[in-house]
């Protein structure tokens, strides 16, 4: 493939990735709203009730043109409309770029399969943010359906967990009594199960342990789903460091939020476990490069 023919590709993946950050915003807006159907009526103005003209729901171009007010009645729309566009064009462009420039899989087949899944888990995981950030939910539609889409994506393509640092607890020789052609695929399904529930019981148990020690709920079942969603694509031991991660990310943010408000109250986790999930999809060979440096740091010298 050509320089030319790479960079069209990347181009077309961030215009993808905003047109698909559209689509996000409507399942944003209409899953918590059980009544609405993410694919009808077509979209419309919140204050005034007018449909949306194509010309007027052209991502980011639009929200600019229109100087981020509704066409008819002029009431704001608000940013984040733009945001989540923006967010999701440009983790469609970074992904493309990394699997066409330096991507590690062969053949070529196998990148365009992990940008898919990368590109998958990062548009729910976006859907599952907002949501929760707004409504304090996550969404069983996404969850519950990832979790399957997990299972499945780890039989057919079970080389994805190879790409989150997995050291694979299944190996094809564990299944000599099935017929050769169908060994692999049930050691990527056995893996993603293994992770789905991993991820599912430790976020369980953190929240029994916790009730008890706190007596008040410290996760919702929502965490549970997700971790068992996040589990089945990135499998249990990198599930487990994106829950380590989100903790340190989580941490962070509330001693940020108590430093310049002084209080702390409710923030929800579920946006937290997203991006641990998404650093490790992303990003694990640093983070395992890392945690591998501070152990043996703490080991001191031998």
Known sequence: ????????????????????????????????????????????????????????NIPVVSWIVLGGKCRHCRVPISPRYVAVELLTGAIFTWAAYVQLYQGSLEPEWRRAAWFAIQAYLASALIVCTFIDLEFTILPDEITLSGTVIGLVAGAAFPFMF?????????????????????????????????????????????????KLAFRKEAMGFGDVKLMAFLGAFLGPKAVLMALFVAVFLGAFFGI???????????????????????????????????????LNLLRGPR
């Open 256 to 294: 940020a939020k108590f430093i310049v408000l002084r209080r702390m109250g409710y923030v929800p986790f579920g946006p937290f476990l997203s991006a641990g999930a998404l650093v490790m999809v992303f990003a694990s060979g640093p983070v395992w490069r890392g945690f591998d440096a501070y």
């Open 162 to 210: 190879d790409m989150t640092g997995e050291t694979p607890w299944f190996q094809p020789e564990h299944f000599a009594w099935l017929p050769a052609g169908l060994r692999e695929t049930f050691t990527g399904l056995a893996h993603a199960s293994a992770g789905a529930a991993a991820g599912a019981l430790i976020i369980y148990a953190i929240g029994v342990l916790g």
């Open 1 to 56: 493939m050509s320089s030319a023919q790479q960079l069209v590709l990347v181009i077309f993946a961030g215009v993808f990735g905003l047109l698909v950050g559209s689509f996000l915003n409507v399942c944003i807006f209409r899953l918590p709203r059980e009544c609405m159907s993410i694919v009808r009526p077509r979209s419309r103005c919140n204050s005034c009730r007018n449909f949306i003209a194509w010309y007027d």
